[in-house]
């Protein structure tokens, strides 16, 4: 069974560009969130989606916004890129269910800001 | 709110050696706790997870961490490190609850172990 899949693995943009990283969840899962990782530092939670709507949005700014698509597929985009946006974006899959679910984890899209 | 410190951004140890790697927490509602390791340019890999039944929980390449509500502590340990154990380490956390929405994940800034031969 294929994992999480996230595209591309790496790019680098510069600054005041816009970029879109994607995410295909584990097949199943319907839900599907975004953290960020700069580098020396633990992930921070970005969005949580299901069935298309956000269910959760951490501490970001606007010029970060996502979408699912009826796949469960989702897309994280970021405007107006600056040089702090440098980091490893991870995706996470899950069930979206009462309880506990575990989160799967991406490998990630390490994007470089110049 | 919640959130997690996890004490040494460094840890090393001989391999064969106690590897003990400590997370403390605060959750304003009972926690569910993780430990997750990443290996260089890999995405996260979960260890293992306490979601309030046993407080002693064993995971894989065999670890374990104790929940302890007392101390609000999750530390890990491994009784003997081998040099496959070298990865960062991080303890998240998030709420507990029947809400699929409650998931989102609070992680520590990460301990870097070390196997020294």
């Known amino acids: 069974d294929a994992g999480v899949t996230q595209s591309p693995t790496h790019l680098i943009k510069t600054r005041g560009q816009h970029v879109t990283l994607r995410c295909s969840p584990i097949s199943g899962h319907k839900s599907v969130s975004w953290y960020q990782q700069v580098l020396g530092q633990g992930p921070q939670f970005i969005f949580q989606?299901?069935?298309?709507?956000?269910?959760g949005r951490g501490n970001f700014p606007d010029r970060f916004s996502a979408r699912q698509f009826p796949n469960y597929s989702s897309e994280l985009n970021v405007n107006a890129l600056l040089l702090g946006d440098s980091a490893l974006y991870l995706c996470?899959?899950?069930?979206?269910?009462?309880?506990?679910?575990?989160?799967?984890f991406g490998q990630g899209t390490r994007l470089t800001v110049v | 709110a919640q959130s997690v410190t996890q004490l040494g951004s460094h840890v090393s140890v001989s391999e064969g050696a106690l590897v003990l790697l400590r997370c403390n927490y605060s959750?304003?509602?009972?926690?569910?706790l993780f430990w997750y390791v990443q290996y260089p340019n890999q995405g996260l890999q979960l260890l293992l997870k306490?979601?309030?039944?046993?407080?002693l929980v064993k995971g894989i390449n065999g670890f374990e961490a104790e929940f302890k509500k007392s101390e609000t502590s999750f530390h890990l340990t491994k009784p003997s490190a081998h040099m496959s154990d070298a990865a960062e380490y991080f303890c998240?956390?998030?709420?507990?609850?029947?809400?699929?929405?409650?998931?989102?994940?609070?992680f520590g800034s990460g301990t870097q172990l070390t196997v020294l031969p």
């Open positions: 959750s304003s509602v009972p926690p569910y």
């Open positions: 989606y299901y069935e298309k709507e956000e269910r």
């Open positions: 996470a899959s899950s069930l979206y269910a009462p309880g506990f679910t575990e989160a799967f």
């Open positions: 306490y979601t309030s039944a046993a407080t």
């Open positions: 998240a956390v998030s709420a507990g609850g029947t809400s699929g929405s409650a998931r989102q994940l609070t």
